[in-house]
């Protein structure tokens, strides 16, 4: 069983920048590549960042790329979305996920934290 706990979002405006936080209990942290996905009022939930086990090898959607940062510290059992040039249409509910294999599919995710706001006003 993993846990996981968002944190970190809030009200920025258009340019600006957030780090979100994802604390992770037990001990199997290492064990699970992890994901962040958002979801918009009306919409799917989409995928935006993902990390392997190792850190080593990171994953963007076409929209966030060059502009938003996933790393992973697994000393601490957390992982990072760094957020820079936020546009109005990156408000949305983020989610930190965990699964065994890694993709960008949420239903490959076993674990979901309960989500954090991030708003971006123009």
């Known amino acids: 069983q993993v846990q996981l706990v968002e944190s970190g979002g809030g009200l920025v405006q258009a340019g600006g920048s957030l780090r979100l936080s994802c604390a992770a209990s037990g001990r199997t942290f290492r064990s699970y590549a992890m994901g962040w996905f958002r979801q918009a009022p009306g919409k799917e939930r989409e995928f935006v960042a993902a990390?392997?086990?190792?850190?080593?090898?990171?994953y963007y959607s076409d929209s966030v790329k060059g502009r938003f940062t996933i790393a992973r510290d697994n000393a601490k059992n957390t992982v990072y979305l760094q957020m820079n040039s936020l546009k109005p249409e990156d408000t949305a509910v983020y989610y930190c996920a965990a699964s065994r294999y890694g993709s960008q599919l949420p239903r490959e995710y076993e674990y979901w934290g309960q989500g954090t706001q991030v708003t971006v006003s123009s």
């Open positions: 990390i392997s086990r190792t850190g080593r090898m990171t």
